[in-house]
């Protein structure tokens, strides 16, 4: 079987002052369905970058990226946002969760752009709330949960549309140590039910739960290692 992500020598190039900069150079990865990966690097190591491709928020310049058996650089803007819709969850370290909605509603929101009827939102909704730990707060608006709580609100959101990735961009930047040992336990629950998880941090022992580490420097990859394998860069 083919992988779930496959990047084929991806370039990404920005005119900046009139010059090129490549935020990514000649990029080659794959990912398996189920995989637990982090991506690392120093600030303008070209991890956002990388990411905001993955995530279909962004064409790569030169290369090639097949997702889910689609060729990603080829496809439409319409195709591209259909594509992330209906394959990709995202999770930010703002949670932008809707403070006048209830969890509940914040949850039921991404559901409305697929046309499913409001009974079906409501009890997918009411599903990955219990999921993460929610059950008895769905009907709290984001001032009255804490920190953890409002990031699993937005990971309940993430997971309403069934997608086959979970891509996450510093999950638990904005988290005390506590709150971000809850919000990578339940990353770890997710992968062990057959989610594919995507980190991209800087932290360490954030990324220390992944499977493999992908490190980046300068938009190309210096280094892969397994967990628990030293995480040197080049």
């Known amino acids: 079987m083919s992988p779930l992500i496959e990047l084929r020598n991806i370039v990404k190039t920005y005119i900046v002052g009139g010059e090129a900069l490549n935020a990514l ?3 080659s990865l794959s990912i398996e369905a189920g995989e637990y990966l982090a991506i690392m690097g120093t600030s303008g ?5 990388l990411m905001n491709i993955i995530g279909c928020l962004d064409k790569p310049s030169s290369g090639e990226y097949i997702l889910n058996r689609r060729a990603v650089q080829d496809c439409s803007e319409d195709e591209l946002a259909r594509l992330r819709n209906e394959t990709i969850g995202f999770v930010f370290q703002q949670f932008n969760l809707l403070p006048r909605m209830t969890a509940l ?7 409305t752009y697929g046309g499913v009827s409001k009974e079906k939102r409501q009890a997918r909704a009411e599903e990955v709330l219990a999921l993460v730990g929610l059950k008895d707060r769905m009907l ?14 937005s990971i309940a959101r993430a997971l309403s549309n069934h ?21 990578m336990a339940l990353f770890d629950k997710l992968v062990a039910e057959g ?18 580490i992908i490190w980046l420097k300068d938009g190309k990859i210096t280094s892969i290692t397994r967990k628990d394998e030293p995480k040197t860069l080049q």
């Open 25 to 27: 150079n000649d990029v």
């Open 45 to 49: 190591s070209g991890k956002s970058t």
């Open 105 to 111: 509603r914040n949850v039921m929101l991404p559901q």
């Open 140 to 153: 709290h608006k984001p001032t009255q949960l804490s920190g953890g709580q409002q990031q699993r609100v």
């Open 163 to 183: 997608p086959k990735i979970l891509l996450a961009d510093e999950p638990t930047g904005n988290l005390d140590s506590n709150m971000a040992k809850e919000i």
């Open 195 to 212: 989610m594919t998880v995507i980190l991209v941090t800087h932290d360490a022992e954030t990324a220390n739960h992944a499977q493999r």
